[in-house]
C-alpha cells in the first residue's frame, strides 16, 4: 500500500532506529549488581523495552521479587539505573539497515520529521546527538515530555497539533505494538519494522497498516 497526502512522518527510536538493546543489558546489569541480583541475558531485557524507564524497571525487578518487594525495591534500583544508564548512552548502540537513508530520503520528499519516544527525554537527546540523528527532527518527545506516553496517543495528537496537520497526513513508524496502538488511537498511518522489540511477541501480531523491512523502504511507500 502507497501512502499518500502525507505530510509528516513521527518515528519511533529505541527498536526502529537504534538498537539500543545492549546499553539497556549493560545499565540493568551494573543496576543489579549494585543490588546484589544475578545478572539477567539480552533477549529477557528486549521483552521489557518499550514502556518507558519506569515499567523497565518493575519488569526487570519482577524477574527476582514478587510485588510488594519490586516496589520496595523500585526507587533505589530506578536511581541507580539512571545513573548507569547515563554514563554508558550510546556507547554499544548502533544503527539498523536503511536508518540514515531513509531518513535522507524522507528528508528529499519534504516531509516534516518528529521523533516521538518513550526513553526519557534526558536519555533520547544525548544519544540523537551523539549518533548525529538529533538534526533530521524537527520535533522530538520523550517519554516524560507530555502528560501521557505511547500507547496513548497524546504524544502523536501533540505531534499533529505542532505540524498544524490533520493526524490522517502523518505516518507513524516503530517497532512495537505501543507505537501502533497510538497512532491507530490518533488516528495516524502506521508502519511497522520487524526488527526491534515487540514486548516478546511475534510482529505479524501488530495492527499496523503493513510492514516495513526498513525506513528505507518506508520512505518509498510514503509521497507528499
Ligand atoms: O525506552 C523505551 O521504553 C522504548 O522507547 P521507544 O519508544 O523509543 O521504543
Ligand atoms: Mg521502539
Known amino acids: 500500500m502507497m501512502f499518500s497526502g502525507i505530510r509528516a512522518v513521527i518515528i519511533d527510536l529505541d ?7 545492549p546499553d539497556f543489558h549493560c545499565a540493568i546489569n551494573r543496576m ?59 556507547d554499544f548502540a548502533t544503527f539498523y539497515p ?17 521523533c516521538v519516544t518513550n526513553k526519557p527525554i534526558d536519555f533520547a537527546l544525548p544519544l540523537l546527538e551523539k ?22 496517543p497524546g ?14 497526513q502523518s505516518v507513524a513508524i516503530g517497532d512495537s505494538s505501543n507505537d501502533a496502538v497510538a497512532a491507530r488511537a490518533a488516528g495516524c498511518f502506521v508502519l511497522t519494522v520487524p526488527y526491534g522489540y515487540n514486548h516478546g511477541e511475534p510482529v505479524q501480531s501488530i495492527d499496523s497498516d503493513g510492514i516495513v523491512q526498513t525506513l528505507l523502504e518506508a520512505a518509498g511507500r510514503i509521497s507528499y
Open 32 to 90: 543489579r549488581e549494585e543490588l546484589s541480583l544475578a545478572p539477567i541475558d539480552i533477549d529477557t531485557i528486549k521483552g521489557f523495552v518499550g514502556k518507558g524507564s519506569e515499567n523497565l524497571m518493575r519488569r526487570v525487578l519482577a524477574v527476582d521479587y514478587d510485588a510488594r518487594e519490586v516496589e520496595l525495591h523500585f526507587p533505589a534500583a530506578l536511581a541507580a539505573y539512571q545513573r548507569h544508564y547515563l554514563a554508558i548512552n550510546g
Open 15 to 21: 527498536g526502529t532506529m537504534l538498537d539500543t538493546a
Open 155 to 168: 504524544p502523536f495528537l501533540q505531534v499533529c497539533k505542532d505540524f498544524s496537520l490533520a493526524p490522517a
Open 131 to 152: 549518533t548525529g540523528l538529533r538534526d533530521y527532527f524537527e520535533i522530538i518527545y520523550g517519554g516524560d515530555s507530555l502528560p501521557t506516553k505511547k500507547p496513548e
Open 98 to 114: 536503511g536508518v540514515r537513508e531513509g531518513l535522507e530520503q524522507l528528508r528529499r520528499q519534504d516531509l516534516r520529521l518528529a
